[in-house]
């Protein structure tokens, strides 16, 4: 019965916080109601027994949403709400794949025929799943690992205007580095 | 026929009261210490009455204290940001053993501990902005990149004693430090958790988030009862972030003749005495300094402390 309740409240509160992220004009808001979004799942995870996994989610998302909102105050065009903005682009082609994502989703759910649970739960699932992502599914994680940290690394290297020949010259012989900011190793 | 009473883990659920008042006190304290420091090192010694006091005299003040208005602030973020300050301190404090029992035993209990920190990321740079004042905005700024580059040392030292107890759970970590405090066998990860300690509570030599210079930086815009949850709400989180470094590296509870909740209280003290007597040698230095010492030394050595204690764990026989 609590349970029960606590599913429906946090769903909603997840579905609510979603979409006032499109709803409000501040992106510091925006970005907090995603957050607040993300935590209800965070609840829904938990919900489910997945204890590792919901605090995790829980800690990840709040870091990335703080740099999220350093972000969206930085490039979005109206950062503080001072003027009306629109968080909406290609309404049409949007609402088609959210509602036909949706509808999909919906019918697989009511029209599987769900199996009953065969096997049991694992005695320690924070165990299982650090087995499971060492083990099994290495080579997916693997992959995973090294394209996000390619991406990382790619993003800067477009990103930044000074490299090492800024740094310490043509032929990279500079005593020291010519920063804008000075750091505290001393290099 | 009665059934023996378990031997329950966690504390009684009642203890969830006592829990923030207890944190409390110990604010009180630290911060009594804090002024005797201070004013001795500022050349003006008080007495330990009137330090006894002056917290109690201060707090009273910002109640009855007005709340500063700024122009187009966004009070919604504003003062939720200073409210989750002291929510996440308590929230963490969940998972601190006293003595050898914490009020919640989570299984994930160090991944709690970290999730409610970082929180206070999104508490301080949230105070920044909602006031709408340029200097508030940059201590908002300057602990989110203080955040990030003492975050990931920080979670390796928390992770370094979880990987030496082979649990993430609290009582676990403290029970495997029975015979060896892993202070001794992890020292880099203990000096690498009382540094970030102190940053990620913006505190001591890492206060630039609220410092003079950009005239109390985050908190530059809050009086009244917001600058008493604020002010309230750090000190808290740097009392919990500091008393945490007990159950994680220095025997929790574990030591002779004593009962554990005292040894708690005793090396907790220890902790924080250290962290004061710190704050109060060192000077705040400059976010860029900091900052790269964090990602250019502090980061490899936690890595590699983490790589050796795995090496001597998998040397035991563990998992």
Redesign the interface.
């Known amino acids: 019965m609590l349970s029960a309740i606590l599913f429906w409240v946090l769903a909603v509160a997840a579905v609510v916080f979603g979409g006032l992220v499109f709803r409000v004009d ?1 992106m ?2 925006a970005t ?1 109601c995603l ?1 607040i979004s993300f935590l209800a799942v965070v609840g829904l995870v938990l919900l489910v027994g997945l ?2 996994l919901g ?2 989610i ?2 990840m998302m ?2 990335e ?3 999220m ?2 972000f969206m105050v930085m490039f979005m065009m109206n950062p ?1 709400g001072l003027m009306p903005m629109s968080m909406f682009h290609n309404t049409r082609g949007s609402a088609v794949i959210a509602g036909g994502t949706f509808a999909v989703l919906a019918a697989g759910i009511l029209l599987v025929d769900w199996p009953a649970r065969g096997g049991a739960a694992a005695p ?1 699932l ?1 165990f299982a799943l650090g087995e499971a992502l060492m083990g099994g599914q290495m080579l997916t994680m693997m992959t995973l690992g090294i394209t996000l940290f390619a991406t990382i690394v790619a993003t800067v290297v477009l990103a930044t205007d000074r490299g090492r020949y800024d740094r310490l010259g043509d032929d990279l012989d500079a005593s020291t580095a010519d920063d804008p ?5 001393g ?1 | 026929m009665t059934e023996p009473a378990p031997v329950l883990a966690a504390l009684p659920t009642w203890w969830a009261l006592v829990l923030p008042v207890l944190l409390l006190g110990a604010v009180w304290l630290v911060l009594v210490f804090d002024l005797v420091v201070g004013a001795r090192a500022g050349g003006r010694p008080v007495g330990v009455g009137a330090a006894l006091v002056a917290p109690l005299r201060e707090s009273a003040r910002l109640l009855v204290g007005q709340r500063r208005r700024t122009l187009a602030a966004d009070a919604l973020l504003w003062r939720a940001g200073g409210a989750t300050l002291p929510v996440a301190a308590i929230g963490a404090a969940a998972v601190l053993p006293l003595g050898m029992r914490p009020l919640a035993d989570l299984s994930v209990g160090v991944v709690w501990f970290n999730a409610m920190e970082v929180f206070a990321w999104a508490a301080v740079w949230l105070v920044g902005w909602g006031a709408n004042s340029a200097l508030s905005l940059v201590g908002g700024y300057r602990f989110v990149a203080q955040g990030l580059a003492y975050e990931l040392p920080h979670m390796f030292a928390i992770i370094t004693a979880a990987l030496g107890a082979q649990s993430l759970r609290m009582t676990d970590i403290v029970d495997a430090q029975q015979d060896l405090w892993f202070v001794a066998i992890m020292p880099v990860a203990f000096v690498a958790y009382l540094l970030s300690t102190a940053a990620m509570a913006f505190w001591g030599p890492f206060d630039a988030p609220v410092a003079r210079d950009v005239a109390g930086g985050a908190a530059a815009e809050l009086s009244g009862v917001d600058r008493l949850v604020f002010a309230g709400g750090r000190w808290l989180l740097f009392v919990v972030a500091a008393a945490m470094a007990v159950p994680l590296f220095l025997g929790g509870g574990h030591g002779p003749w004593l009962p554990g909740w005292l040894w708690v209280v005793v090396k907790t003290a220890v902790v924080l005495a250290a962290l004061v007597w710190l704050r109060h040698r060192i000077p705040t230095i400059r976010m860029d300094r900091w900052t790269e010492i964090s990602w250019i030394v502090l980061m490899p050595l936690t890595i590699a402390q983490a790589l050796v204690v795995a090496l001597v764990v998998l040397g035991q026989g563990g998992i």
């Open positions: 501040s510091a808001r907090f957050l204890g590792y605090v995790v829980a800690l709040v870091i949403m703080v740099i909102a350093v503080a320690d924070t900011a000075g750091g505290g190793v290099r």
